[in-house]
């Protein structure tokens, strides 16, 4: 079992910069890669950006060259800079174990608005 826990959201004025963490607990060990996807309501969830154990990482088109993925053992963390009002939604921390169990946090809720 892994448990996911995310800090960091709020609210940020267009242009702005925020840094979400996420700290894992539990069977860190198993842990193949941790990733960052969002959510607003009436669309599907997408992914952001994503970091393999190997230091891999995967940006989706619409952050790429604004937001930094990085991790440090049991904590994950989202550098997003230049934030749009589009960023706007509820970002959430994934991990994926090595027995391809899927786990998920709660969520944390970015507002990008002036």
């Known amino acids: 079992q892994v448990r996911l826990v995310e800090s960091g959201g709020g609210l940020v004025q267009p242009g702005g910069s925020l840094r979400l963490s996420c700290a894992a607990s539990?069977?860190?060990?198993?842990?193949?890669?941790m990733g960052w996807y969002r959510q607003v309501p009436g669309k599907e969830r997408e992914l952001v950006a994503r970091i393999t154990n190997s230091g891999s990482t995967n940006y989706a088109d619409f952050v790429k060259g604004r937001f930094t993925i990085s991790r440090d053992k049991n904590l994950g963390y989202l550098q997003m800079n230049s934030l749009k009002p589009e960023d706007t939604a509820v970002y959430y921390c994934?991990?994926?174990?090595?027995?391809?169990?899927?786990?998920w946090g709660k969520g944390t809720l970015v507002t990008v608005s002036s």
């Open positions: 539990g069977s860190i060990f198993s842990i193949n890669a």
């Open positions: 994934n991990a994926v174990t090595r027995y391809a169990m899927d786990y």
